[in-house]
């Protein structure tokens, strides 16, 4: 796989992290990452979305981003959460844009924000960071999923 992996990346055993250049054909090695990652994690069953995630979320970061892209998984007590970091700073906020049947862009965080159960993003000097997490799944949150429950966004850094 191109780019290179750290399987403890200051985040402890249950976190692996790639480092990729700003190119489009890495958006492939993000996705075998998490196929990877999460197949090693038992979590087989969230690689769909997750994958679909982190598609969106290089592609953000290599099109509008600066640098290199850091694609960080976090497995938490109940959630996954990826992470997708790239040297850049912009001062608009990151956000959902107006999209529709014509726009050639402005659907990636929609699909972000509906594959996910809370999103956000930071934006500091020398770094944009967006993450998005999912809960692991349980009989009783499978069940609200299914139900249509909001999820959740913020713009203001959220501790994992």
């Known amino acids: 796989m191109a780019g290179s992996s750290d399987e403890t990346a200051g985040h402890g055993a249950n976190a ?3 480092h990729i250049h700003s190119d489009k054909t890495q958006i492939v090695t993000a996705r075998s990452f998490v196929q ?3 197949g090693t994690w038992g979590l087989s069953t969230q690689t769909a979305e997750l994958q679909i995630a982190a598609s969106e979320l290089v592609t ?3 099109m509008h981003g600066e640098g290199g892209v850091d ?3 976090l497995r938490l007590a109940d959630r996954l ?4 970091v790239d040297e850049g700073f ?6 959902i844009r107006d999209a529709n049947a014509t726009s050639h862009g402005g659907w990636g ?20 960071l967006v993450w998005m997490e999912r809960q692991l799944p349980t009989d009783d949150h499978q069940a609200k999923r299914g139900a ?13």
Do not use: K
């Open 36 to 38: 990877q990652t999460l």
């Open 81 to 84: 959460r990826l992470e997708v």
């Open 60 to 62: 953000n970061a290599i």
């Open 90 to 95: 912009g001062s608009r906020p990151i956000q």
């Open 109 to 128: 965080l929609r699909l972000v924000e509906g594959l996910s159960d809370g999103w956000g993003a930071d934006r500091r000097p020398g770094h944009t």
């Open 16 to 18: 692996s992290t790639l």
């Open 148 to 160: 249509g429950v909001s999820r959740r966004s913020c713009q203001e850094p959220c501790a994992p």
């Open 71 to 73: 694609v960080t998984l």
